[in-house]
């Protein structure tokens, strides 16, 4: 784009004053033309790098061949510091001289001379390379050794030393000798404009780089080192963590602790009560064709017979295998001796068996609501399980069994109700006093789901739990270690248990169409008759039929029983003596 000026290159100012030294221009006339381009005196692929000037040393000027510029420059005399004059532009062409043109005004150039040579004012021309940047340094301390001259790099990392300087043709000596310069400094260093980053200017040493690789060997090796270096430490950490956790720390933590002391318990704590009770207790494994079950039983005297439920060892029928575990963990074979549905008692013996402990039996009717008792037994087969409560009230009638449907396996109890829990397993257990006595037989739970229920069921306890009072238990194992059968106390009449009302009713015909009343029997010889509704027994109410059998088996054969009741709506009272049947 031609914006109007020149486009060959401008004209530059190398006046440089010396001091102590007259510097003489030369005058202004019309001949000193400015404005006319100047070309360089060298070729154009020659750059030149004239050295720096310093301070009062005369400058020599650049021979100028013929052939190449129409420059000519002042002879230099030697009695005058050399001062170039401004050069103008000669004509390619001799020409007829010309009118005598008017003179041209002076030209002033564009900056004051600069008497500290500082570029770009003073410094080479934009063909020559950049002259040297000199940066400071702080000087070292005295006595402090100074390292050799960084020389540099020219861009392909290679040292770069001082550039040569070409002379395209012979350069008149200077007219003096020039003063001497100071010595440089190393300190000062070179600067490569067209080389890459390397290092500060003014840090001494090798440049980054010029090692040929091995700063990347160093610097691989001291990753590989810093690497090897973290998995030692996070090893160590780890181990020392780890023993830190498992042990507590690094020392020994030992916690205050009591000293082990006798053992010894109060007698009539459930400890005590438990430690004097469990060596007569024992558990039962009973197997037969088409069951099994386990219970618990105790020892009633030295030859060997173990008091527990019917329901226990009723799946071993006529041909299973019983197995008595003691507390000790022995364990022996036994056979049934007796059995009783309508009691629901049993006894088994053991042979071969010394050392036994017979567990003292104690009596129930000397049991009052609220005493503490213990029940030991073998809940859902966990062997010599002990737990306490009270009792919760005396004479409660249950019925358990009935699974055959005929009612032949039905027991009726008069029993003792506890809240020492007792499960599917305790079955047969002793329910123990304060002074480790029987005092019941435990028999059957109250169910929330199922009812009144024997321990062959799986309901769990729920603080509703029967035994048999002792004194019944007692009786009835005699009879079955004497004579293998138990006797029944009965009143000789039958009931009609579909009656709803209030009392037990006394039916109008008997089983297989015989009378109600069996003639001659207690009942009649009482004066008791069909449709008669016994309403009390020893001036306790009943209210079922159920409940009139529990009142009655809770007597032995023989005695005698105040009997109140209703006929045709008038109350009457008799007395009848209690006679006796065999149970099965």
């Given at each position: 784009?031609?914006?109007?000026?020149?486009?060959?290159?401008?004209?530059?100012?190398?006046?440089?004053?010396?001091?102590?030294?007259?510097?003489?221009?030369?005058?202004?006339?019309?001949?000193?033309?400015?404005?006319?381009?100047?070309?360089?005196?060298?070729?154009?692929?020659?750059?030149?790098?004239?050295?720096?000037?310093?301070?009062?040393?005369?400058?020599?000027?650049?021979?100028?061949?013929?052939?190449?510029?129409?420059?000519?420059?002042?002879?230099?005399?030697?009695?005058?510091?050399?001062?170039?004059?401004?050069?103008?532009?000669?004509?390619?062409?001799?020409?007829?001289?010309?009118?005598?043109?008017?003179?041209?005004?002076?030209?002033?150039?564009?900056?004051?001379?600069?008497?500290?040579?500082?570029?770009?004012?003073?410094?080479?021309?934009?063909?020559?390379?950049?002259?040297?940047?000199?940066?400071?340094?702080?000087?070292?301390?005295?006595?402090?050794?100074?390292?050799?001259?960084?020389?540099?790099?020219?861009?392909?990392?290679?040292?770069?030393?001082?550039?040569?300087?070409?002379?395209?043709?012979?350069?008149?000596?200077?007219?003096?000798?020039?003063?001497?310069?100071?010595?440089?400094?190393?300190?000062?260093?070179?600067?490569?404009?067209?080389?890459?980053?390397?290092?500060?200017?003014?840090?001494?040493?090798?440049?980054?780089?010029?090692?040929?690789?091995?700063?990347?060997?160093?610097?691989?090796?001291?990753?590989?080192?810093?690497?090897?270096?973290?998995?030692?430490?996070?090893?160590?950490?780890?181990?020392?963590?780890?023993?830190?956790?498992?042990?507590?720390?690094?020392?020994?933590?030992?916690?205050?602790?009591?000293?082990?002391?006798?053992?010894?318990?109060?007698?009539?704590?459930?400890?005590?009560?438990?430690?004097?009770?469990?060596?007569?207790?024992?558990?039962?494994?009973?197997?037969?064709?088409?069951?099994?079950?386990?219970?618990?039983?105790?020892?009633?005297?030295?030859?060997?017979?173990?008091?527990?439920?019917?329901?226990?060892?009723?799946?071993?029928?006529?041909?299973?295998?019983?197995?008595?575990?003691?507390?000790?963990?022995?364990?022996?074979?036994?056979?049934?001796?007796?059995?009783?549905?309508?009691?629901?008692?049993?006894v088994v013996k053991v042979k071969g068996v010394s050392g036994l402990k017979p567990l003292p039996l104690g009596n129930s009717d000397n049991v009052q609501?609220?005493?503490?008792?213990?029940?030991?037994?073998?809940?859902?087969?966990?062997?010599?399980?002990?737990?306490?409560?009270?009792?919760?009230?005396?004479?409660?009638?249950?019925?358990?069994?009935?699974?055959?449907?005929?009612?032949?396996?039905?027991?009726?109890?008069?029993?003792?109700?506890?809240?020492?829990?007792?499960?599917?397993?305790?079955?047969?257990?002793?329910?123990?006093?304060?002074?480790?006595?029987?005092?019941?037989?435990?028999?059957?739970?109250?169910?929330?789901?199922?009812?009144?229920?024997?321990?062959?069921?799986?309901?769990?306890?729920?603080?509703?739990?029967?035994?048999?009072?002792?004194?019944?238990?007692?009786?009835?194992?005699?009879?079955?270690?004497?004579?293998?059968?138990?006797?029944?106390?009965?009143?000789?009449?039958?009931?009609?248990?579909?009656?709803?009302?209030?009392?037990?009713?006394?039916?109008?015909?008997?089983?297989?169409?015989?009378?109600?009343?069996?003639?001659?029997?207690?009942?009649?010889?009482?004066?008791?008759?069909?449709?008669?509704?016994?309403?009390?027994?020893?001036?306790?109410?009943?209210?079922?039929?159920?409940?009139?059998?529990?009142?009655?088996?809770?007597?032995?054969?023989?005695?005698?029983?105040?009997?109140?009741?209703?006929?045709?709506?008038?109350?009457?009272?008799?007395?009848?003596?209690?006679?006796?049947?065999?149970?099965?």
């Amino acid at each position: 784009m031609d914006d109007g000026k020149p486009t060959g290159p401008k004209a530059k100012w190398w006046s440089r004053p010396t001091p102590g030294h007259t510097t003489t221009s030369a005058p202004e006339s019309a001949a000193a033309a400015v404005d006319a381009p100047v070309e360089d005196a060298r070729p154009a692929d020659t750059p030149a790098r004239p050295e720096p000037v310093a301070p009062g040393q005369p400058v020599a000027p650049e021979p100028v061949t013929p052939a190449q510029s129409s420059i000519t420059p002042e002879p230099v005399t030697p009695a005058q510091p050399v001062a170039p004059e401004p050069v103008a532009q000669a004509p390619a062409a001799p020409a007829p001289a010309p009118a005598a043109p008017a003179p041209a005004p002076a030209v002033k150039p564009l900056h004051e001379p600069d008497e500290y040579s500082t570029p770009p004012y003073g410094g080479p021309g934009p063909w020559a390379p950049a002259p040297p940047v000199q940066r400071p340094v702080p000087t070292p301390a005295y006595g402090t050794p100074v390292p050799a001259p960084y020389a540099g790099t020219n861009g392909a990392d290679m040292p770069a030393g001082p550039a040569p300087v070409p002379t395209p043709g012979p350069v008149p000596a200077p007219a003096f000798p020039p003063p001497p310069q100071p010595p440089q400094s190393t300190h000062w260093l070179q600067y490569d404009p067209w080389g890459g980053y390397r290092q500060p200017l003014t840090q001494p040493g090798r440049p980054l780089g010029s090692d040929g690789g091995r700063g990347k060997d160093r610097r691989g090796s001291l990753l590989v080192g810093a690497l090897l270096l973290a998995l030692v430490a996070g090893g160590i950490g780890g181990g020392i963590g780890a023993y830190i956790e498992r042990n507590g720390g690094l020392t020994t933590v030992e916690l205050p602790q009591a000293a082990k002391n006798s053992g010894g318990r109060a007698p009539d704590s459930v400890a005590g009560i438990a430690a004097s009770a469990l060596p007569s207790v024992v558990t039962l494994h009973v197997s037969g064709t088409t069951e099994s079950g386990t219970g618990t039983g105790f020892v009633l005297d030295n030859e060997g017979h173990i008091l527990t439920n019917n329901h226990v060892v009723a799946p071993a029928g006529s041909s299973g295998d019983i197995t008595v575990t003691f507390s000790g963990g022995e364990t022996a074979s036994a056979e049934i001796v007796g059995k009783d549905s309508g009691y629901d008692l049993a006894v088994v013996k053991v042979k071969g068996v010394s050392g036994l402990k017979p567990l003292p039996l104690g009596n129930s009717d000397n049991v009052q609501v609220g005493d503490p008792v213990v029940a030991i037994g073998a809940p859902f087969d966990l062997s010599n399980t002990v737990t306490s409560g009270i009792i919760s009230a005396k004479d409660r009638p249950i019925t358990a069994g009935g699974e055959k449907g005929d009612g032949s396996d039905i027991s009726y109890v008069d029993a003792l109700q506890t809240d020492a829990p007792i499960n599917p397993g305790n079955s047969g257990g002793p329910l123990v006093d304060t002074d480790a006595h029987v005092i019941g037989i435990n028999s059957a739970i109250r169910a929330a789901d199922s009812g009144s229920t024997t321990e062959g069921g799986q309901a769990g306890s729920i603080g509703l739990g029967f035994a048999i009072p002792i004194n019944q238990g007692k009786r009835v194992a005699e009879e079955l270690i004497n004579t293998g059968k138990a006797t029944h106390p009965v009143i000789g009449v039958t009931l009609d248990m579909k009656y709803t009302g209030d009392g037990a009713k006394v039916g109008a015909k008997g089983a297989g169409g015989k009378p109600a009343v069996t003639p001659g029997g207690p009942g009649a010889k009482a004066g008791i008759k069909p449709g008669d509704i016994i309403t009390e027994v020893d001036g306790q109410r009943v209210h079922s039929g159920e409940e009139l059998i529990v009142k009655i088996r809770a007597h032995r054969p023989g005695d005698r029983l105040d009997l109140g009741l209703t006929r045709s709506g008038k109350d009457l009272s008799m007395t009848l003596t209690l006679g006796s049947a065999t149970g099965t």
